[in-house]
Every structure is written in structure tokens, then in C-alpha cells.
């Protein structure tokens, strides 16, 4: 099933570009971004490519880059035929080397690393496959899928035989999930239009652009102060109607009574939810948060920056997160994301990717068709999160229509960028940087 080609060369660059310039992507905490990449080249001894990154916001990108090439001898001389044999061994290589997860461990800059360098890996399998990842892996037996995986640190909750007897039971119907994605595409909601930095003027012709393109939800910024958030909120609820959704993110920068204050006094728009209200390592504070809000029908979601399985684990089983909000970089990789996936519907929690950054659109994307078709099997209470920006710059882009994702069906993990991209913005050599 998976190739025996050779990986010889593992590259690495520090892309990155001026959105602090804009301030798309702006927020509370984070004023000032430059979108960025640690991207990586795998090449097997036949010329075949797979491409990986892991998502960050200008500085420290280079810290990245220095660890993703000490995990280099980790993966190159090795065959994807050997890595995907046993892959629970390959990704325990990644993350528990006896010196190296001091650093973390499966957590911070080294497990930004293991992201970049395992979705390189899994680009270059289903590459090799001739499959968009999606389908590269819910083509896998899933017996086989299951051993995969590290569910270290998770037999409190699940065990592996229910986890097979659960991704079992929605094989039969399987088809017929993946045509009706075919046909209908994913449900996504945007988030382009509230960033923080924005004038009331950018968001209402944003948001009026959107709605015109049938958009029916919508996520704002908030967090600087209550006048500013209830000013905008007002905007917005006024412009999408009672009716469509509107999502709020704090992006952590309140503690919890703060946050259970500002939404009380923000639940007059119809929050659907808030997003990261508190630091994303306090599971305890967001199910205060959650226990305080749900009388007023307001979901709490997060997970963009929770580091791992095991974090999520605590968020689910403490009820502290209404919605899931997986991160295709901030984990290990893809098996990561499956083991939080199949936790989240154990404890029937539905998952919400997050997305917009350089290229998490591009990923997240595989993510919502795999959880559809081989995880939840469910649609209507989820969506994912869309962003318009950068979205140029990678060969596989991703695509809206009607405010839903369209299934990807090139080969790989949507994750190579057009050479010319890297070559401008490539940091600190690329030719916008010198310039």
C-alpha cells in the first residue's frame, strides 16, 4: 500500500509576509502579525516531493526552522513504506527523544516542529498514492489507521478496540458521505471580515460583500474594550440579520470572571460562541465559563492553541469546550488531529477546525471531510473556519463556494507553495525582504 521510495533530503525555509502591514489577522493579543511558515521539502531518491509547514506570525519562525532541522535525522535515509508501517513508532521517534522532549515535551516550539515535518510526511504518501489526503486516509483500513496512531496518555477515556468498533460502524454508508460532499461541498463560516485592526467602515463593507455572496456566518474580534466590542457587535448583528450566526473570539485575553462579565453584557447580539475567553491552558476556567454561559445559550470554543491530546482529553471531559476547534499545525500531525477528532466525538462534541493563517485553510479543509466520512459522520452542527487571505500562494488553493468548502481532490496534503511565492518572501533573503 505505501511506496518504498526513499526520503534523501529534508529542506526547510522561513516564509513569512508583511500582513502587520494590513492587519489582517489582528486581535486582541496578537496586534501586529506577519503571517508566516516553517515550510518543508521532503525528496525521495526518485525526485518525488512532499511538502509540510506549521504556521506562525513573524518572529521566532527561525527558532522553528532550527528545530524542524534537528528532527531531520529522524526522517531522512527512511522509507515511507517503513515510516508508514509502523508509524506509532516513526511519530514516537518525533516526540520522545529522550533529549529533545525537554523541550517540550508535545508541546511548544518542538511539537510546531513535529507538525511541520509529519505533514510533510503524510503530503508525500498521498502524493505518492495519487490522493488528496482526505482520502488517503479514509481509505485506510482502519484497523491499520488505529495501530497508526499514539493514543498514549488517552486509555482513561477510550480504548483502542472501541475506538475500531466506532470508526467501523460508518463504513457501510461511507460512499455515500463522500458524495454528497462532491455535491454539496463542507459548511464554513468567515472570519475576514471582524478582524480587530479594522475600521467600522472595512467590516461593514466586508461583511455586506460577504453577505452578498450568501454567507450566513460570521466571526468578530473582541477583547480591547466593552464600548469598542459592543460598538462592533452592533455593527455587525445590524448588517447579518437575526437570523445568520455570529461568532465572537477573545483570543485569550481575559481571566474568567472578566470573560463571563463582557459576554454577559454581549449576549444581546446572540453569541452562537466565544472563542479562546481565557488562557488556552486553563481547562478549569473554561468550564466556569461554560457553566456560566450556557443559561444564556453561548458556546465556549477552543483549541487553536491547546497543544496536544491530552490537553484536549481534559477540555472534553470536563466539559469545557462546546466546540473543537482542532489546529492542523499546533499538534503533531495528522494522527494527532485524528486521536482529538475521535475524542471529541466520544464525548459528542462536535468539531469546528481552525483556520485562516498561511495555508491552515488549505489543511483544516481534509480535516472536516475525514471527520464527516470516517469519524462523526455528522454535518449539520459544524462547520469550518475560512479566512481570505494568502490563499495565492499554495498550488492547491483552497475553494469556496456557496459559503462551503468544495472538496479537494488534487493529490497531497494541499500544503506546496508556488515557487515563486517562497522565492519573494522567503525570510530574510527572499526578494520583498531585501527590497
Excluded at 513573524?58 to 531531520?72: F, R, W
Excluded at 515510516?83 to 521517534?93: G, L, Q, V
Excluded at 496518555?153 to 460532499?181: A, C, F, P
Excluded at 468578530?220 to 437570523?243: F, H, N, T, Y
Aim: net charge negative; proline share 3%; glycine share 6%.
Amino acid at each position: 500500500m505505501f511506496s518504498k521510495e526513499k526520503i534523501v533530503q529534508l529542506q526547510v525555509q522561513d516564509v513569512r509576509y508583511p500582513t502587520s502591514k494590513t492587519l489582517d489577522g489582528s486581535d486582541s493579543v496578537h496586534t501586529d502579525p506577519d503571517y508566516s511558515v516553517a515550510y518543508v521539502t521532503l525528496t525521495t531518491d526518485t525526485g518525488a516531493c512532499g511538502y509540510g509547514i506549521t504556521f506562525t506570525l513573524g518572529a521566532g519562525t527561525d527558532v522553528v526552522v532550527k528545530a524542524i532541522e534537528l528532527l531531520k535525522r529522524k526522517v531522512v535515509d527512511k522509507s515511507v513504506h517503513d515510516i508508514f508501517t509502523n508509524y506509532r513508532a516513526f511519530y514516537r521517534s518525533l516526540t520522545q527523544d529522550s533529549q529533545m522532549r525537554w523541550l517540550g515535551p508535545e508541546k511548544g516550539i518542538v511539537h510546531l516542529a513535529t507538525a511541520a515535518v509529519t505533514n510533510a510526511v503524510w503530503d508525500l504518501a498521498a502524493r505518492l498514492a495519487n490522493k488528496p489526503l482526505w482520502k488517503f486516509v479514509v481509505d485506510i483500513p482502519v484497523e491499520d489507521l488505529v495501530a497508526m496512531i499514539d493514543w498514549s496518555y488517552t486509555s482513561d477515556v477510550i480504548s483502542e478496540r472501541e475506538i475500531v468498533e466506532m470508526l467501523k460502524e460508518g463504513q457501510s454508508n461511507k460512499e455515500e458521505r463522500i458524495k454528497e460532499l462532491e455535491k454539496d461541498g463542507y459548511p464554513a463560516y468567515i472570519t475576514s471580515v471582524g478582524w480587530l485592526g479594522y475600521s467600522d467602515e472595512k467590516v461593514k463593507r466586508l461583511t455586506n460583500e460577504k453577505l452578498g455572496e450568501g454567507w450566513t456566518a460570521f466571526k468578530m474580534k473582541v477583547g480591547v474594550s466593552q464600548e469598542d466590542d459592543m460598538r462592533r457587535a452592533e455593527l455587525i448583528r445590524s448588517l447579518i440579520g437575526p437570523d445568520n450566526k455570529l461568532m465572537m473570539d477573545a483570543n485569550q485575553i481575559w481571566d474568567v470572571k472578566d470573560a463571563i462579565t463582557r459576554m454577559k453584557q454581549l449576549k444581546k447580539y446572540n453569541p452562537y460562541w466565544i472563542e479562546e475567553p481565557t488562557s488556552p491552558d486553563d481547562v478549569d476556567g473554561h468550564a466556569q465559563i461554560s457553566q456560566a454561559l450556557r443559561e444564556h445559550n453561548i458556546g465556549v470554543a477552543t483549541g487553536e492553541m491547546c497543544q496536544n491530546r491530552v490537553m484536549f482529553k481534559q477540555f472534553l471531559k470536563l466539559h469545557a469546550m462546546q466546540f473543537c476547534q482542532i489546529d492542523s499545525c499546533r499538534v503533531g500531525g495528522v494522527t494527532e488531529v485524528l486521536a482529538i477528532m475521535v475524542l471529541a466525538r466520544k464525548f459528542g462534541v462536535p468539531v469546528v477546525p481552525h483556520a485562516g493563517g498561511v495555508g491552515l485553510c488549505e489543511l483544516v479543509r481534509h480535516y472536516s471531510m475525514i471527520d464527516y466520512v470516517l469519524i462523526s459522520g455528522k454535518i449539520s452542527d459544524r462547520m469550518c473556519e475560512y479566512a481570505e487571505h494568502l490563499h495565492e500562494h499554495f498550488t492547491d488553493e483552497a475553494e469556496i463556494k456557496n459559503a462551503r468548502y468544495v472538496l479537494p481532490y488534487k493529490p497531497g496534503f494541499s500544503c506546496e507553495m508556488k515557487k515563486e511565492a517562497v522565492e519573494t518572501y522567503n525570510f530574510p533573503d527572499g526578494s520583498y525582504w531585501k527590497n
